[in-house]
């Protein structure tokens, strides 16, 4: 369902420059409003030859925007301002140079005083799950990275090496032979006297055991059994002792071992400590300026010397493929030793200051995220898998997003405003954020944030977000209020001229003559809708002229003209105009009743605009007022029925006040009047029909009959007054195509009011017509100026307390109602002077 | 002399792999596969429960002292046996694991017996072209055991053996040579062990003088065929002893030494704690 759009408000009223309007009646003071305005009057035409070139080819293209000095203040003053909570909110229509204005500004506003820095990520040696994050010089990231893949390299090949090498081996094997030859010598001594004693040491499963022996064989148990008691008795004895012999032995051994391995580990650390000092060598030297990298290179160190195995890995594999290292950064082995480039290392990364544009603001894309690998079922992660942000990426820059898209992300404007308001980014999966269980993951460290936030959007959602969120104007103090038109001068036109120049050279289109330039000017004005004023949004505008070279390309012409555009106008409109055309049909077939000649009492014939996505069109509607004696009051069917919005409501009670104040000072307002949108189902709002409801209301309490030929539109005020409403071309024009189809006959016009003449730029066919005295169209300033268009009759006016001229409008509505007033009164619904 | 190694088709050898404790060497395992692998034949796994271990319950005396010295406690038969019965489970998965990765046959034996009678029967069994692999690292005093395997086990035309110090089987497969009359059959089990891989085959000439070694160096580069791909290496040594012989000899970073015993390289009825010092992979000793 949608809604008649009745009397949108209009844009503010400017001051109307003079010699603008060229009207038959230009002044409510000095001329006659029964008069039609002349067709000068409804189009602010541009002459062609005064622009001062041929085609857009010869000007050039303009740098930067037009009309915009307001926001450009605003976003000089946001670039320049240093304090962390003075972000920019750039608000204003789509389509109007905002993005690309901002962009441009900041590229020439570079921050020399705050350099952007590098940023990485490196294993913590200490707590694996809390990267550290380390700060270098703008460009210095990427090699520290390379510097320690190199290091990694060369450990890879030289600590296999030199614990292969003769002086670690011959080393290694002394403490081993020392150690194990204590040991075996130890228990070969025990198993010589066990001999010597006929007594053999077996190994068992599970450790040793001692038996009788003679001539090196174990003697049999059952033979055994036979000897002596005493004999036996010795046996036992002596295996007794040297069980003792052997336990102590066999618990020395772990002492002996671990003394042998706190050997071994000295000497492979100082095998490891001299290679590692010499891999990493040139990384410390590349580094020495910057401590906190040296800390790290020295944990680095430490780390690799504890963990020597993983540079020896397999031994095999180590002889086959020790001077042929395999991609260190893909080995999960030494993953531990990379470094995670978070800023700094891609190709686009230069020392200058960051401008980012992140279209998708998403949570991970805004904060950073911590990526997962699925390894055998399992998700892990590391510091290497800690993705940058677009904060990251705009870190001591300017950082651009889409207020809208960012507010539709889940999460994404709380964490912002967290890492502004922190000046840290602080990357957490978004469940954290609000409390969810999550698997075990990585805690970063957080990264200093310094970066002015520039938001777009529409106005609505400024003030929805500035109401809505207190944190909001705390953190975005800077507004760039981007307008959308501009004043329409002499200077301006040139400026408009030279935008256009900028699209043909943007979208390399055929040059645009000076009269396509002229007709561009004024669709300007009637996008602005306001002949005062020109639209400058560029979009739309880009839009027409893209289009317009469409059809020059498919005609096989150089240059765009007038007609072109004016056909890529009519064209745009037509594509949309399926509904309108069908509304239209339904009035020529009288489906819905709409009377275009003739006379009726009590009727009238309103106006309304449709919007329909980026299109609207006028349409009439037939509005009809019925009045009788009653307890003074009126009703609105829309109203009562539902389908009437507030505005409509509140345009009638102001027609019911100014019925009371001009016709019933001094009696009582005895009327019922009831007021319809005749074959209106879709709901009426706004008060641009509250001039014609008067009329109709007027015309039946004084049985006058209203002209049918014309349409009418203005809200009006308790005084009579007619006031401006919006969509006046479109209104206009709504009831021109209707006529037209019909048949034009000199009599059909529209009231518009007064203050609506400055807004007028209307189709060129609407212009001829009213050339042609086609068509009229009348600026009326009050009430009874309509009146009298209307009915052809003096509406009359009042004198001092003097009645209103007789058999005027005014005076016939004045006795309808004192008639209703002494009929009530002969009812005794009067009493006191008060209708009860 | 290694002349031969029974392929699977013969079914007259196999590789006998005789194990009877847990000490079992992995590398002595590989060992075993990878001549498998190269002679194309089969594996008989041993495993031989001791029976004078199982006959120690019967002393009513004798208690088993813990690996660690730190526990004591009585021996019985049954607890024995069950013992032997798991740490055979364990060793044989692990023979089984590699064999079956390289795609070598095996066969299972468990017999109750002393292990010396035990592999002779086995040997017997299977033979005649056996070659024994002791999964069990020599020690210093494993000599006499060696030499009384080699005079009574004859049912073998070879024998592995792995020393504490055992690392890896891949590498250059030197022939330690001493007499040139072993050379053809150590280049015949040398070529066998590299076919099929990018080792080297290295012959280290073992002399105590430099004539004798300039003499083996002739005859041997005599023997080779023109283009051969051998190296050779002279090891002379003013002293050769079994732990220098051995240094010399690690040096090379073979993957499988082959030698004769009896030598200098493996003297009959000697120490051999320098050799077990130095040896960082299988050694096949023929007799």
């Known amino acids: 369902m949608f809604k008649w759009a009745k009397g949108s408000h209009p844009s503010k009223p400017q001051p109307t420059s003079s010699a603008k309007i060229a009207a038959t009646s230009i002044s409510p003071d000095s001329t006659d409003m029964r008069l039609p305005l002349s067709a000068a009057a409804l189009r602010r035409t541009v002459d062609a030859g005064t622009l001062g070139f041929k085609t857009t080819a010869e000007l050039e293209p303009i740098d930067g925007l037009i009309g915009q000095d307001r926001a450009l203040r605003a976003i000089k003053f946001g670039a320049d301002m240093k304090a962390h909570d003075f972000n920019m909110f750039v608000l204003g229509p789509p389509s109007t140079g905002k993005s690309t204005a901002v962009k441009a500004y900041l590229a020439q506003k570079l921050r020399p005083d705050i350099p952007p820095s590098d940023w990485v990520y490196v294993n913590n040696y200490e707590a694996s799950n809390q990267p550290r994050a380390l700060e270098l010089p703008c460009g210095r990231a990427k090699e520290l990275a390379q510097g320690m893949i190199k290091a990694v390299d060369e450990l890879r090949v030289t600590l296999p090496a030199l614990l292969e090498g003769d002086d670690y081996q011959t080393r290694k094997r002394s403490i081993e032979e020392a150690f194990r030859t204590g040991q075996e010598a130890a228990l070969e001594g025990l198993n010589r006297r066990a001999q010597a004693q006929n007594i053999a040491v077996l190994r068992t499963p599970t450790g040793f055991a001692m038996a009788p022996m003679l001539e090196g064989k174990i003697v049999k148990p059952e033979v055994f059994m036979q000897l002596p008691d005493d004999m036996r008795r010795g046996v036992e004895a002596k295996i007794g002792v040297l069980q003792t012999e052997l336990e102590t032995l066999l618990a020395k051994i772990p002492k002996s071992d671990k003394e042998r391995r706190l050997k071994l580990n000295a000497l492979t650390d100082e095998i490891a400590t001299t290679a590692t000092r010499e891999a990493l060598d040139d990384v410390e030297a590349a580094y020495a300026d910057l401590p906190h990298i040296q800390t790290h290179l020295t944990a680095t160190r430490a780390d690799m010397i504890r963990n020597v195995a993983l540079f020896l890995g397999d031994g095999e594999e180590d002889t086959a493929t020790v001077n042929q290292p395999a991609d260190t950064s893909r080995d999960a082995r030494y993953r531990r030793y990379l470094v995670n480039v978070l800023v700094g290392g891609q190709p686009t990364d230069v020392c200058e200051t960051p401008i980012v544009e992140e279209i998708n603001p998403t949570y991970g894309n805004l904060i950073g995220r911590i990526e997962h690998v699925a390894q055998m079922g399992n998700m892990l992660t590391d510091f290497l898998l800690v993705k940058a942000g677009a904060l990251h990426r705009a870190n001591r820059g300017y950082l651009l997003l889409d207020a809208r898209k960012l507010l539709m992300s889940p999460y994404a404007w709380e964490a912002l405003k967290r890492a502004i308001k922190a000046r840290l980014i602080r990357i957490e999966q978004p469940t954290e954020t609000v409390g969810m269980m999550t698997a075990q993951t990585l805690d970063p460290e957080p990264i200093a944030l310094n970066v002015k936030v520039v938001l777009f959007g529409d106005r609505e959602l400024y003030y929805q977000l500035a109401q809505a969120d207190p944190d909001f104007s705390r953190l975005f103090k800077v507004q760039a209020d981007f307008d959308d038109v501009i004043i329409r001068t002499t200077e301006n036109d040139h400026a408009y001229a030279r935008l256009i120049a900028s699209i043909v050279t943007e979208h390399k289109l055929h040059a645009v003559d000076a009269s396509g330039v002229a007709r561009l000017i004024e669709e300007g004005a009637r996008l602005a809708d306001d002949r005062e004023k020109l639209s400058i949004e560029i979009g739309r505008l880009s839009d027409i002229v893209r289009e317009a070279d469409y059809w020059v390309t498919v005609e096989g012409r150089d240059v765009i003209t007038r007609a072109d555009v004016s056909k890529a106008v009519m064209e745009a409109i037509d594509r949309a105009s399926r509904l309108r055309d069908r509304a239209q049909e339904s009035i020529e077939r009288g489906i819905v009743m709409i009377d275009t000649t003739g006379e009726k009492i009590g009727q009238i014939n309103g106006l309304a605009v449709l ?153 060129e066919d609407v212009v001829a017509a009213v050339a042609e005295g086609k068509f009229r169209i009348h600026a009326v300033a009050s009430i009874d100026d309509g009146l009298e268009i209307l009915t052809g009759k003096t509406a009359g006016t009042r004198t001092g307390d003097a009645a209103f001229p007789p058999d005027t409008i005014n005076a016939r509505v004045e006795d309808k109602l004192r008639l209703f007033a002494q009929r009530a009164k002969a009812f005794g619904t009067i009493k006191d002077g008060a209708i009860s | 002399m290694i002349a031969h190694v029974a392929e699977a088709s013969e079914a007259r050898g196999r590789v006998v792999v005789r194990t009877t404790s847990a000490r079992a060497s992995d590398i002595a395992f590989q060992a075993a596969v990878r001549i498998a692998q190269a002679f194309r034949s089969e594996i008989e796994s041993l495993y031989v429960e001791d029976t004078e271990l199982i006959a120690l319950a019967r002393f009513p005396f004798v208690r088993e002292v813990s690996a660690d010295g730190r526990s004591t406690r009585e021996v019985t038969a049954n607890g024995t046996i069950d013992e032997l019965r798991l740490q055979y489970s364990g060793l044989q998965r692990r023979l089984s694991r590699l064999a079956a990765s390289a795609q070598v046959s095996i066969r299972e034996r468990v017999v109750r017996d002393e292990p010396l009678r035990a592999l002779t029967v086995t040997c017997a069994d299977c033979g005649p072209w056996n070659l024994v692999v002791l999964a069990e690292p020599f020690g210093a005093s494993s000599g006499e055991e060696i030499a009384a395997l080699l005079d009574n086990v004859h049912d073998t035309t070879g024998l592995v053996l792995v020393g504490p110090r055992a690392k890896r089987t891949t590498g250059a497969v030197v022939l330690a040579l001493e007499d040139i009359e072993a050379l053809p059959g150590m280049l015949r089990a040398g070529h066998n062990l590299i076919a099929d891989t990018e080792a080297a085959l290295i012959i280290a000439i073992i002399a105590s003088d430099y004539d004798t070694a300039n003499w083996l160096d002739a005859h041997t580069r005599l023997t080779l065929p023109e283009n051969s791909n051998v190296k050779v290496s002279i090891l002379t040594l003013a002293h050769p002893t079994p732990a220098a012989i051995a240094e010399g000899l690690r040096k090379l970073l073979p993957g499988f030494l082959i030698a004769r015993f009896g030598g200098l390289t493996v003297p009959a009825g000697e120490d051999l704690s320098p050799l077990a010092a130095g040896l960082e992979c299988p050694l096949l000793l023929s007799r």
Not at chain 1, 695 to 703: C, E, G, R
């Open chain 1, 611 to 763: 919007q329909l996505g980026t299109t609207s069109f006028g349409r009439a509607s037939r509005i009809t007022a019925r009045v009788r004696m009653g307890q003074g009051r009126v009703t609105d069917i829309e109203r009562e029925a539902n389908l009437g919005g507030s505005l409509h409501s509140k345009g009638v009670m102001i027609l019911w006040g100014f019925l009371a104040g001009r016709y019933a000072q001094d009696v009582p307002l005895a009327l019922a009047a009831t007021l319809v949108f005749e074959q209106s189902y879709g709901g009426v709002d706004g008060d641009s029909a509250s001039s014609a409801e008067l009329y109709a209301i007027l015309s039946a309490l004084s049985d006058t009959p209203l002209s049918q030929s014309f349409a009418v539109t203005g809200s009006v005020n308790q005084w009579g007054e007619v006031q401006a409403i919006g969509g006046v071309n479109e209104k206009i024009e709504g009831f021109f195509d209707l006529c037209s189809a019909r048949g034009l006959d000199g009599t059909q016009g529209v009231l518009i009011p007064y203050s609506n003449v400055q807004h007028l730029m209307l189709r």
